[in-house]
């Protein structure tokens, strides 16, 4: 059964026959129910384990990625927005030996641009990054500010920090990450508006073992 609340022309929720009626970010979608192929072609195959590969890697970035990607469809939650960037853009391999090709995987996406030259080395005293402070782009800012975000090993969450490091600085050194750990995490760094409301694509600096 299905319920319009505001009469034939509006809103409503439910399902009759083959048909299911709901609203997502105030757009009312009306579509058939998928059936369902028993037939496991290459191609199904091949998808289902992309969508597998896809929320195993977005599982533990969410709470992250809820800022991050809140910018991309406004019809679209952020995870879904992310989701769909992953599976167009971030799977590498072929079937059955699909993978995540983590210099294409982001966990931020936006139209900040990223500083050029971005460059980084570790030692016993921490993690030092570079880049160049110098921008041409009416998108960025001197004040934007650098984000780490790091995932331990296979943990079920992506931590990040804000460090309170301006684009014009051109470099910091952080010993959160040192010779002796920095084989555990995979980090990455963005950069994000002085608002907070804006950022730009994650980019990945240590790819863990």
């Known amino acids: 059964m299905a319920i319009l609340s505001k009469g034939i022309l509006g809103p409503g929720s439910g399902k009759v026959g083959n048909l299911v009626m709901f609203s997502r970010y105030g757009v009312n979608i009306l579509r058939t129910v998928p059936k369902r192929k028993p037939k496991k072609t290459p191609g199904r195959l091949a998808q289902r384990q992309k969508m597998g590969l896809v929320h195993e890697f977005l599982r533990p970035a969410k709470i992250i990625i809820h800022k991050t990607f809140k910018n991309e469809v406004p019809t679209r939650s952020p995870y879904q927005a992310a989701q769909s960037y992953h599976l167009k853009h ?16 982001l966990v931020s996406h936006g139209d900040i641009p990223l500083p050029e030259n971005i460059s980084f080395s570790v030692s016993d005293e921490g993690i030092h990054l570079s880049w160049d402070p110098y ?20 943990s079920y969450m992506v931590d990040h920090m804000p460090v309170g490091v301006r684009r014009a600085t051109g470099e910091f050194l952080w010993n959160k990450f040192t010779t002796d750990n920095i084989s555990d995490y995979t980090i990455w760094i963005a950069f994000r508006n002085w608002r907070e409301t804006e950022y730009s694509n994650s980019f990945c600096l240590q790819i863990a073992q």
């Open 135 to 154: 921008f041409d782009s009416p998108k960025a800012a001197n004040s934007d500010s650098l984000v780490f975000m790091w995932r331990y090993r296979q």
């Open 90 to 105: 971030a799977i590498a391999g072929e079937y059955p030996n699909q993978y995540i090709d983590m210099q294409k995987a």
